[in-house]
């Protein structure tokens, strides 16, 4: 039998039921120990901005699904953003995602690839179809990231013409991603014990959208710098005063 990934998606009735309470989902997806970091560092930034984290689904290692012919498939990308996604009404926590029923297609998935990369947490039944297939022929995904956090490496593509086309980053080296209407780049350094390549936001001004630790530090900064004023400050005053009174003048009554 030809596997499903090499049949047009056209021939194939797509369905967007909600994820069966009973339906078995992988218990500990296959990752390693990077992935959580990179993927909360780059949900973080994007809590500071009231626009962009209220009615989103901002997630990671989390079931994406669809049914294609009547058999519900479900694959976790390495981070997710959706928005506007409909309130969370359930009494369990939520496990899955369906696109068209419980909200918007998402904006971007991303993959964090490493030596190991394999399909992990992905729940497709009997015949296989892949991420690249199911993002782009079945999801419709506007934007697909795969980043290399050993080397630095970034890929983006862009839904055009029903394909996945390779995107070319600006002069800064960068890639916008609508729906956020931010900039994604690679950044290297260390940040929770990691040192290395980072995925990092920057807004339309180059500006990057610092981590929670890094606007401490800069709030920080600006305190030290405002006491530093206000010092130098009084001892103008302090100086000035004096000379008033070397001169005979008593500044009590100006």
């Known amino acids: 039998m030809q596997a499903i990934a090499k049949i047009p998606v056209s021939q194939h009735s797509i369905t967007w039921p909600l994820l069966p309470d009973d339906f078995i989902l992988p218990d500990d997806p296959v990752e ?18 009231p626009e962009i984290g209220q009615a989103a689904l901002i997630v990671s290692n989390f079931a994406l699904c669809a049914a294609i012919d009547e058999r519900i498939i479900c694959k976790a990308p ?120 980072w995925l990092r936001w920057w807004d339309a001004e180059g500006n990057i959208l610092l981590w929670p630790e890094e606007r401490a530090e800069q709030e920080r900064q600006r305190a ?9 400050e009084r001892a103008r005053s302090q100086t000035l005063l004096a000379r008033l009174r070397e001169m005979g003048i008593d500044p009590e009554a100006l």
């Open 32 to 49: 390693n120990t990077d992935q959580p970091l990179l993927a909360s560092a780059l949900r973080q930034p994007l809590m500071a901005f």
């Open 78 to 197: 390495d981070w997710m953003y959706v928005r506007p996604v409909e309130p969370w009404q359930g009494s369990q926590p939520r496990r899955s995602y369906t696109p068209n029923t419980e909200g918007t297609i998402p904006q971007v998935v991303m993959e964090f690839l490493s030596a190991t990369y394999g399909e992990e947490y992905s729940v497709e039944s009997t015949e296989n179809i892949g991420k690249w297939f199911f993002y782009e022929q079945v999801i419709k995904v506007p934007r697909y990231v795969i980043f290399r956090p050993n080397t630095g490496r970034i890929e983006v593509y862009a839904l055009e013409s029903e394909r996945y086309q390779l995107q070319t980053p600006d002069e800064s080296g960068r890639y916008l991603i609508p729906g956020l209407d931010l900039f994604l780049g690679v950044w290297q350094g260390t940040y929770q014990g990691r040192t290395g390549y």
């Open 224 to 232: 030290e710098e405002a006491e530093t004023l206000l010092e130098q």
